[in-house]
């Protein structure tokens, strides 16, 4: 057993309080190898923001648990060595979908999870989640719950088709579970697909297509049954076209991939919305930077010469999304 406070890690409850009454939200970033990592950790401290580092299952088998663990831990001494001295980093598991999971991730020293029980009925959501609620609440390891369904794909998680959260569920759910906060559905969704060409418009000045916008409907109706509860968004990456153009530019074949606004997000994060996860934009920038140097230095087999800029374009990417779209940056208590 090992306490994530040990390990110089934070949980989510304070940095949650002050991104609601501050009206940003923090990052969420999934990370699954080391220059991801170090992109992610050079980006939160150079912009002194708070930082939740997600674990899915996919990295979870691609990169092992006990790693991600350990390379978290180092991530907390990694930002003191480039002079935070107060980092606040968040070790979360994304997508958890069971108790035993939830459990060896408390006890491993993770200092958040997510018990993700929205594909179960509603009853079978509620006892799940106040079970994980009840164990990780022993060792002040934070937990979030989801309600509603999102559509896309995200490593094992996938649905055809979204449903929104129901605001009349959330009071009976938070109050039964003790949840810390609640992810919803409002149109989001995983993967870098996330709407069909024919749910989209052209945008008559880019030739862009434009999703249809968020259910911002929802969203204000589970703030005011929730006043000012712990709001989480899911796939929310933009999945920004100047990386899908670059990937197609060196030989990739990406076609009609499309994401969320950023203008839309920056609403959100104005909100209750107080986590944003964001992982297909860093594997969009990973993957751009690496094709260009396959194409552009093709005698190039060190992975530091390709793995080296797609860590600084992730970075670049990173800082981005804290300075101009959640609003995070400077945001650190000390
Ligand atoms: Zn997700």
């Not at 996919?58 to 831990?73: D, K, P, V, W």
């Not at 880019?206 to 006043?227: H, I, N, Q, S, Y």
């Amino acid at each position: 057993m090992v306490n994530y406070k040990d390990l110089g890690l934070v949980n989510t409850r304070e940095m949650f309080a002050r991104a609601i009454k501050g009206g940003y939200a923090i990052p969420a970033f999934n990370f699954n190898n080391m220059e991801q990592l170090q992109a992610i950790i050079k980006a939160a401290v150079e912009t002194k923001s708070p930082v939740i580092l997600q674990v899915s299952k996919g990295a979870r088998n691609y990169a092992n648990q006990t790693l991600l663990r350990y390379m978290a831990e180092g991530a907390v001494a990694y930002a003191k060595e480039l002079g935070c001295e107060h980092p606040e980093i968040v070790l979360h598991l994304d997508h958890g979908d069971s108790f035993e999971l939830c459990k060896s991730c408390v006890d491993l020293g993770f200092s958040s999870v997510m018990i993700d029980g929205s594909h179960l009925p509603y009853e079978e959501n509620v006892a799940l989640t106040k079970k994980v609620v009840e164990y990780a609440h022993q060792y002040d390891v934070t937990v979030e719950g989801e309600l509603g369904v999102l559509a896309g794909v995200e490593d094992e998680v996938s649905a055809e088709h979204h449903t929104y959260t129901n605001p009349e569920e959330v009071i009976d759910f938070s109050t039964r579970t003790g949840c810390d906060s609640l992810a919803i559905s409002i149109g989001t969704s995983h993967g870098a697909y996330k709407f069909k060409p024919e749910q989209c418009h052209v945008d008559p000045q880019t030739g862009r297509l434009v999703p249809p916008p968020l259910a911002f409907d929802v969203l204000d109706a589970v703030m005011e049954k929730l006043p000012g509860f712990p709001i989480v968004l899911h796939g929310s990456s933009s999945v920004p076209q100047e990386y899908v153009d670059m990937i197609n530019q060196y030989g990739g074949k990406l076609e009609a991939a499309i994401g969320i606004p950023e203008e839309e997000l920056r609403k959100a994060a104005k909100s209750a919305v107080c986590k944003i996860n964001i992982d297909s934009d860093s594997r969009l920038a990973m993957t751009a930077a690496v094709r260009k140097v396959f194409v552009e230095k093709p005698a190039e087999f060190d992975p530091r010469k390709y793995l080296g800029p797609a860590r600084d374009e992730m970075e670049k990417m990173y800082k981005h999304k804290i300075l101009n779209v959640l609003g995070s940056d400077g945001k650190l208590a000390h």
